[in-house]
């Protein structure tokens, strides 16, 4: 995923060099159900601060979901999986991984738990969560918000076998 992009309508982008780049960022309802998970930790953050005056304990449990919903209402503009013609970059809420295509073992295409499965430069097994796609078990999703999840992921499954 190097060099500078020329993204069209679909999803995908072109780099300069001439690869292919496949994108997906996840619709409006997923990244305001998480907007509102960042909410509502910052809060709970403030509940436990105004607390805190009576408990000092409490203080540390402020600080963490002050800093895990900011975290979160930062990083969720940037969730997306892409992958090219070298590697594969699963952008998460609370990580990020970029895994060389050629690491890659299996990709779980079910929407409703995706993960990639890969081997890492040393030998140890890993696997991902691809927090960008997966839908959960609840029916809130749209139907064609689900499909174009499916569709991504059996596209990305197919370019593996193919390679």
Known sequence: ?????????RGRSVNDDG????????????RALMAMLGLGLLATALTFARFALAEPGVWGLSAVAATLGVAVLIRVPLVRLAYDDEEFLAAGVLWSRRIELDQIDDV?????????????ATGRARTTPLTAVNAGRLRWLPPRARRRRAEYLKAFDSFLRSR
């Open 108 to 120: 779980d295409v079910a929407p409703e738990a995706a993960v990639v499965h890969w081997t890492s």
């Open 1 to 9: 995923m190097t060099g500078v992009l020329r993204a069209n309508q």
């Open 19 to 30: 690869s292919r780049e496949r994108i997906f960022r996840p619709g409006w309802r997923w």
